[in-house]
Each structure stands twice: as structure tokens, then as C-alpha cells.
């Protein structure tokens, strides 16, 4: 879900979850090695429904543009279309056009309704951290798939110390199950390169850095391998 940039080293770092001083110094060498960070969140409650519809008519523009058809996100006509070409009576239509309508009505009682609501949840939910962008889209660095907003932060003490807090390195950097904000997938970057992305979900993180960020990462006796 990134490129690889010619003259660069990259590793992977083993799958077992890193956690304790390992992991502490993990974030220290990538905090003194980047200058922002992203954070993924997967659930639209921070997001409007025109954002959405927007980033998933981008993403089945790249899909197309590069000669792919799987994976395309599908219309309302076109999955009504779906359908009507697998249900054999008309109660079982009629029975899966309600599933999709309740599906479909609870996913969007989610939505912002106006850039308004938006600004307000951005100041709510990131009042004590240095937020400097967010983008809605169906392609984050490490997944392909329904609308993500990923959100970008300048270093401070405030988002360092989530990071400080995590136990282990997949679990998620943000989590409030009451408000159903959660945020994970942290990717690092130095002047808007990627220099660290850990898929959570996956479990799996990747490095790039040059032959001297390798040799000071080799120093602190990590699990890795290289690819």
C-alpha cells in the first residue's frame, strides 16, 4: 500500500506484538526520526455523507483506471440489481431489500450532516492535540476498502503519551468504546515520506529509512527482517 523509494532500506519488523521497553523504544527512535503522524479511523462518525460518496467515486476511479474490477464499491442500483438477480421469490426480495434498507439507514444515522458538524466533533474529540489535516478516502497506506479518515498530528507531549500508553504495538492508539471513537494504524512520516506504517488489524509494520537510520535501528536489538 506504499512505495518503495529507490535507495532505501526497508524491514519488517517480526509479527510477534512488540510491548514493554522494546516498544517504548520503537516510538522514541520513530518520534526522533519523524515529524507527523497519521491515525486511521475505520467507523463514519466523523466524516459527512458527501466525503464518503466522494472518496468511494475516487477509489473506483483508481480501481478502473489501473484495469481492476474486483474490489469495486457498488451503487445502490447496482446492488439492488445484485438483488434481483439472486432472489428466487418475491418474499425473498422483498425480505433482502429490508435487511439492506435497515443496514444501510443505521450506517448513515452515523454521518456529520454539514462541514459545521464536522468542525465542531474535530474540536471535541481533539481539543489537547496538534491536528493539522484529515482526509476521507478509501486508500490509506496500508488499506484498500470503504471510507477511512485519516488524521494528521505534529508531534506533542499529548499524542506522544498515547503512544507511551499502548501495551502492545497493535492495539489501537485511541479507544473509547462509549463514543465509538476509535483510532489505529499509526504510520510516521519525515517531510512527508513514510518512514514507519503498522497495519493494527494485520499485524504487521514496516520501516523505511536510509543506511544510517538502519544502523542507529540495528543498535536497539529488535526482532526484524529485511525485505
Do not use: W
Not at 526520526?33 to 467515486?57: F, H, P, R, W, Y
Not at 459545521?116 to 484498500?144: G, N
Amino acid at each position: 500500500m506504499f512505495a518503495y523509494r529507490e535507495g532505501m532500506i526497508t524491514i519488517k519488523l517480526d509479527n510477534q506484538s512488540m510491548q514493554g521497553e522494546d516498544l517504548r523504544s520503537l516510538f522514541d527512535f520513530c518520534f526522533s526520526n519523524s515529524d507527523t503522524v497519521s491515525l486511521s479511523q475505520s467507523l463514519n462518525i466523523g466524516m459527512t455523507k458527501e466525503e464518503a460518496d466522494l472518496a468511494n467515486s475516487e477509489y473506483n476511479q483508481y480501481l478502473r483506471k489501473n484495469g481492476i474490477t474486483e474490489g469495486l464499491i457498488p451503487t445502490e442500483e447496482e446492488m439492488l440489481e445484485v438483488y434481483q438477480n439472486i432472489a428466487e421469490t418475491e418474499e425473498e426480495m422483498n425480505e433482502m431489500l429490508r435487511q439492506y434498507q435497515e443496514s444501510k439507514a443505521k450506517y448513515e444515522s452515523y454521518f456529520k450532516i454539514t462541514q459545521e458538524d464536522v468542525e465542531r466533533y474535530l474540536k471535541d474529540v481533539f481539543a489537547d492535540y496538534k491536528l493539522i489535516d484529515r482526509d476521507v478516502t478509501c486508500m490509506t497506506p496500508c488499506t484498500y476498502g470503504a471510507p477511512h479518515i485519516i488524521y494528521y498530528f505534529i508531534f506533542e507531549e499529548d499524542i506522544k503519551k498515547q503512544f507511551y500508553n499502548m501495551k502492545e504495538l497493535f492495539q489501537l492508539v485511541f479507544a473509547n468504546e462509549v463514543g465509538e471513537f476509535r483510532l489505529d494504524d499509526p504510520t510516521f512520516y519525515k517531510e512527508g515520506n513514510i518512514f514507519m506504517l503498522v497495519c493494527s488489524h494485520e499485524g504487521y509494520a514496516t520501516l523505511i529509512f536510509n543506511e544510517v537510520q538502519y544502523n542507529d535501528f540495528r543498535k536497539l536489538k529488535l526482532p526484524y527482517k529485511v525485505v
